[in-house]
């Protein structure tokens, strides 16, 4: 079973149009991780979201943590094709993460 | 700085050979970590190691044995390879531990086994 559970599984969107990720959990965590990933390649942080109720915003990609410590959210703002991958959130807990099982976003041009 | 580095790149085995999947990072970070990626699955913890000479069980260790004889290095060994084992496997490295725990991942190293 999953500790993180991501939805949707697949995306597929036209490009220009918005799209968000849930991440949800039943857990605490100290704070939340959200990782993209292209095909052949390792995972690379996108951003790290630590107070509950935080919001961060990288260009056109924002991110959002649950008050309770629990839940998160990636939203991308008039998606382009280079926003293509594999979408990730990860628990952290002290030196270990625990990850969903991720999100595959395609955007279509 | 390489970052960390995995080799080999795809491996095909048979059932009951042994390997070892290697994996070396140049920024000095203390923890290591182990994960095998599977379709729909996420990433899922198999070892990790706070710094040289200490390593201890993730959550899907079976199967698997590491060292960490230095900080660099922290090799995946897989004695008796069955067909279960056949995933994506990376290595990753991270400077600290707690909130700001950024991970850096090599690129993976895809093995077979049939």
């Known amino acids: 079973t999953q500790l993180l559970e991501q939805s949707p599984q697949f995306l597929s969107i036209q490009e220009g149009e918005n799209l968000t990720v849930y991440c949800n959990s039943s857990s605490v965590f100290s704070s939340l991780q959200w990782y993209r990933q292209e095909p052949g390649e390792g995972p690379v942080l996108l951003v790290t979201?630590?107070?509950?109720?935080e919001v961060k915003k990288l260009k056109r990609l924002t991110f959002q943590f649950g008050d309770a410590r629990k839940d998160s959210s990636l939203h991308i703002t008039a998606a382009q094709p280079g926003d293509t991958g594999l979408y990730l959130c990860a628990g952290v807990n002290d030196y270990k993460l625990s990850f969903g099982a991720g999100t595959t976003v395609t955007v279509r041009a | 700085n390489a970052g960390v580095t995995q080799t080999p790149k795809f491996r095909i085995l048979k059932i009951g050979q042994s390997m070892t999947l290697q994996c070396t990072q140049d920024m000095n970070h203390n923890y290591m970590y182990w994960y095998r990626q599977d379709p729909g699955m996420g990433l899922k913890l198999i070892y990790y190691s706070v710094g040289a000479g200490i390593t201890d069980k993730g959550e899907v260790p079976n199967g698997y044995n590491v060292s960490r004889s230095t900080t660099e290095d922290f090799p995946l060994r897989l004695e008796l390879a069955a067909p279960s084992q056949t995933s994506v496997y990376f290595c990753?490295?991270?400077?600290?531990?707690?909130?700001?725990?950024?991970?850096?991942f090599g690129p993976g190293t895809r093995l077979t086994v049939l």
């Open positions: 979201v630590v107070t509950g109720g």
């Open positions: 990753a490295s991270s400077q600290t531990s707690g909130r700001a725990n950024e991970q850096f």
